[in-house]
Each structure stands twice: as structure tokens, then as C-alpha cells.
């Protein structure tokens, strides 16, 4: 009996100290599987600086990063490269984490921006700019911003009832997602040829052509907004028992609540402001990081990171499985992710969750 007990204690959470006193809890097998994604994130970054029509092994990529590249690699591997991975990189870690928070607070592994219009709002915003104002790469970013807060905000009007219900979140966001489909609709009809070429390139979802002027604002956007969010995460996994258990352990449910969605719709609205909508990713990386790690909780931190990694896969998909033909990576993700909806959707009906 003594064994099994050390054994079970040596399997939970390790507390972790920390200078000044302070410590932190630690589950050993969350710890591995972040640590083994970001081991997974770096490689894949290293071999997708490295692919493209003039391949450059990963050692050279290497050797290029820290500053002894040849001329010719140092242009391509800084100039054209880096740029479109770190914002694969940075995408996909902003949708992974906002997925995560959705379907912790609304406590439903379909809660994602994906399905409760979100994205859908920011693309909206993009296309009033781009169709009814003309507007430039800087306008639609700034479109795609403020069109995905307003929906945000008008789903969780619209979802408030003396606090927020889970499904009352998913059922308003996918009737908000419908009717905004629907304006999306309704503005291609009323684009112009290159207008609606340019606007359909943007719904797409693409990483082709970025640069530095997409990474440093979803670089400080998510700079700012990760800390805010793993800050909460301990009131997160207290509201997941339930609002009245949060209550009585001293969390301020809908300031909480309020704070994390504010911050995960920035989070959504960046990411879509610097690719366009990519879709699935959001809704897949938060359930997949939490079948690894094996926790009950948000894992926001591994989901972020599991996002980065399906997202460059995706990007590495896109540029290498389909021969010649390189696809967008929002066609992807669309076709990876609509498999995992359909599998996630059958899993929770066997499990009786739905």
C-alpha cells in the first residue's frame, strides 16, 4: 500500500518552486507534452524556412538564423521566409489559445471562434473594406479587426442570461455564424471582378506573400494578451466546475469570463487580420493538446502551442502534398479539419454529451 501511494503522488501535479518564496503546481506529463511541441514547433519552423523552390538544408537554415549564412540565404531565409513562418507560428498559437478559452468557458469542445462566428464577423469587416471602401492591406487588417469584435460582442449580448450557458453560447454563435454568411454572400454579389477576386483570395486563408508588416502587430498583440490569459488560467479551470463552485472559491465569474473572451476574440481577430480566416485550427488544437496531456482542464498554454504545430504542418501540406499545385493553407485546414469535426462530432454522440 505505501508503494502505490508514492506511486500515485509521484504521477499528480509537482509543486514547483519559485524565487521570493513563491511556487508553482506542475503536471509532470502537461510539462513533457509542451515541452515536446515546442521541440516539434522549432523543427518544423527550421524545415519550412527550408522549403520552397530553392531548398536549404536545416543546418544551413541554422547556421543562416544565427548570422553566418551566405548572402544568398541570408535573403531568402530573413527576407522571404521568416516572415511567413513566424506568422504561421504565431496564428496558429493565437487561435489554439482562443480556442482553448472559448471551450473552457462555454464548456462544450464546439465552442470554438470557428463555429460562433468569430471569424465569420472578421471577414465581414474585411469586405466592407474591401468592397464598399477600396480599402488597402492596412485597412482590411484594421476592418478584420473591428468587424470580429463587434460580432464577438453581439453574441455575448445576445447569449446573456444572468450570466453565460454554455450551449446558449454555441447555439447564438452558430445563428450569428449563419447570418453572417450570409452578408458575406450578399457583398460578393455586390463586389466588382477584382474586388471579388481579391476578397475571395482573402477568405481563403493563405500564408503565401507575408512579411514583416503582418508579424510585429500579432506579434505585440500576442505579447500582451498571452500573459493576460495564463494569468486567468487558474479561474478558468475553478469555472469550469460550475458558476456557483467559482463563486464560493472567490472568483469573480463574469469579470473573468468577460476578461477571457474579450482577450481570445483579439486573439482571433489578429490572427485573421494577418491570414485571413483559417478555420478548424482553433476548434482541433485545444481538444487534441488535451488528449495528450490527459488533464480535465484549459490546457491554454498547450493548445496554443498545439496550434502553432498543426497550423505549420498544415503550411508544410499545402506546399508540398499536392505536387506543383500549391494550395492555400485555409483549404487545408478546411479539409483536415472538417474529418476531425465529423469524428469529434460522432465521439461526443457515442459518449452521450450530445
Known sequence: MPTKLRAGRAAGPRPLRLPAGLSLRVERRALAVGLLLAVAALALAVVLIGTGDFEIAPADVVQTLLGNGTPANDFIVNDLRLPRVLVALLVG????MS???FQSVSRNPLGSPDLLGFGYGSAVGALVVIIVFHGGATEV???AVIGGLIA???????AYKQGISGYRLVLVGIGASAMLVATIQ???TKAQLVEATRAMVWLTGSLAGRDWAQVWPLLATCAVLFPLVLLQGRALRIMEMGDDAAYALGVRVERTRMLLMVAAILLTTAASAAAGPISFV???APQLARRLTRSPGAGLLTGALMGAVLLMLSDWASQRAFGADQLPVGVVTGLVGGVYLLWLLVTERKAGRI
Not at 498559437?93 to 489554439?96: I, V
Open 99 to 101: 480556442g482553448a478559452v
Open 141 to 143: 487588417a484594421l476592418g
Open 186 to 188: 450578399y457583398l460578393l
Open 282 to 284: 482553433a476548434l482541433a
Open 152 to 158: 464577438g460582442l453581439g453574441v455575448y449580448l445576445l
Open 93 to 96: 498559437a493565437a487561435l489554439g
